[in-house]
Nanobody
């Protein structure tokens, strides 16, 4: 069993930046592909970004490409999502996710975090 805990959400003005963190416990972090999803009110949960086990490959949703950067530190069992040039439409509950499979484009979630709220004001 893997336990994921997110942090770093908050309220920011449009054009600002935030960095989310997700710390994992209960398994070998480096054996997991990691990702981020988000869910806005009244909408379905959507994929944001994913990173391979060793951090060498990343994959992004078109809506965040060029603005968000996913990274990981296997020594700290932590992944990050650096979010720049934030827009009001980025407002959502952001979830950390872990996958035991290797695919980033078709990210199959085995474990979820509890979510952290990001609110972008206009």
């Amino acid at each position: 069993q893997v336990h994921l805990v997110e942090s770093g959400g908050g309220l920011v003005q449009a054009g600002g930046s935030l960095r989310l963190s997700c710390t994992a416990s209960g398994s070998t972090f480096s054996s997991l592909a990691m990702g981020w999803f988000r869910q806005a009110p009244g909408k379905e949960r959507e994929f944001v970004a994913a990173i391979s086990r060793n951090g060498g490959t990343t994959y992004y949703a078109d809506s965040v490409k060029g603005r968000f950067t996913i990274s990981r530190d296997n020594a700290k069992n932590t992944e990050y999502l650096q979010m720049n040039s934030l827009k009001p439409e980025d407002t959502a509950l952001y979830y950390c996710a872990a996958s035991q499979s290797g695919s980033l484009k078709y990210f199959s979630v085995d474990y979820w975090g509890q979510g952290t709220q990001v609110t972008v004001s206009s």
